[in-house]
């Protein structure tokens, strides 16, 4: 059960399959350019999506609004130091302000960042300074059939070749917990210790995308010997106590809507970073955030690390995972932290890549259902793509089980329709991250083919 209950609540709007089939005709087949009163369950992303807690409405209302030195930038500092240990602590409006102020401030062109799998800001991010971003995730992490406890590793054997060939090239190694864009998978102590040993004997600065540390901190209490006694906010420490900073978005494991930081102990980078912090996000004690979103972050890096809580948020997507599994719904196994991912590309084999078959299947659970979900593949990532999912984010809190019951059956009941279903071709695209407004039109005159 959730180990909490319901103080407010928000109505859902009850929509009909007629309504959905205009409403997604509308938005041109992408479910990003929906209303989202339109949507009954948005699992489009885990970020900044999540429930508030009592307490953290209680502090925000304690918010200091201070331009300089307020109250809450000092609880904010305390909590994240006391999490992470680390020193220097810089508060940005989201995840993606770290990384930009992190690389601008670290990176010239032509550096290499290596990383077990780069979230698409961040290789963004790194690439827009000219550097280059290379991944160096274990060969499992590839294969969605195959089940590993820790499939967000690093292949160390990979990341020693890359130190030893690129030398000074190598600005910074970075590992991604949970991995996002390899399934929300897990990484082992085991694994970022071997990291940190290589960047010592290369003299590399390791740095950890943090933003879902508590779900892996969860992920190595249940699943890695000798941590089955230790409390997660215990683990994490550990894991940060490996590297030499962190970029954080609050948004995730910080459980809060908006937010995010920096975090690292090298005092001169630091104070690198602030100079950036100040032309672009605001002042060091605010950061492009109000003081009340710094009373959420402070207080959700409390709440975000409770056995109970870490129990059920984990153990409730596993239970989706399995509702499908047990259907014969091909999804990425194991399941991740944060998300299911469907396997479309097992799922509607006979819709070729160039006609989206993850595109296919969002669109079906759509019209289906009212649950919206983000295609990850061949829309997103064009011909990088190696494969072709639909991803089910699962907000923090927000949710019952009743309601991951109602999306369980409706994606087990678009795979029973799957033979049916047919791609789509793109009637406008803009030049960048198109899958974000992108317009479509169904290939087949039938559509929508699933009952
Ligand atoms: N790093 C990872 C691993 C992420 O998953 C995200 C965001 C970011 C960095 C950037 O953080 O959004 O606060 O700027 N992931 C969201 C998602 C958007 O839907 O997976 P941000």
Known sequence: MEPYRIKTVEPIRVTTRAQRETALRAAGYNVFLLHADDVMIDLLTDSGTGALSAAQWAAMMNGDESYAGGRSF???????????????IIPTHQGRAAERILFQTLLQPGDLVVNNIHFDTTRANIEFVGAEARDVVIREARVPSLSHPFKGNVDLEQLERV???????????????????????????????????LC???????????????????FIREREAGFGEKSPKEIAREMFALADGCLMSAKKDGLAN???????????????????????????????????DLEAIAQGLQEVVDVEYLRHRIGSIARLATQLTMAGVPIVQPPGGHAVYI??????????RAEFPGLAVANALYIESGVRASEIGSLMFGSAAQLELVRLAIPRRLYTESHLDYVANAVIHVAAEAAQLSGYRITYA???????SARFEPCSAGFPACV
């Open 74 to 88: 000092y609880r904010f500092r305390d909590a994240v130091h006391d999490l992470t240990r680390y020193e220097h």
């Open 163 to 197: 130190l030893r060939d690129e030398g000074e090239r190598v600005a910074m190694v970075m590992v991604t917990i949970t991995n996002n864009s390899g399934g929300g998978q897990p990484v082992s102590m085991e694994n970022l210790r071997g990291v940190r040993a």
């Open 200 to 218: 010592d004997r290369y003299g590399k600065r390791f740095f950890l995308d943090a933003c879902r540390f508590a779900e892996n901190a969860w």
């Open 258 to 292: 908006i937010g995010g930081f920096l975090a690292m102990n090298d005092a001169a980078l630091a104070e690198r970073c602030r100079g950036l912090l100040i032309l672009t996000e605001g002042f060091p004690t605010y950061g492009g955030l109000a003081g009340y």
């Open 343 to 352: 396997d479309a590309g097992a799922l509607v084999p006979h819709i070729d």
């Open 430 to 436: 803009p030049q960048f991250l198109r899958h974000f």
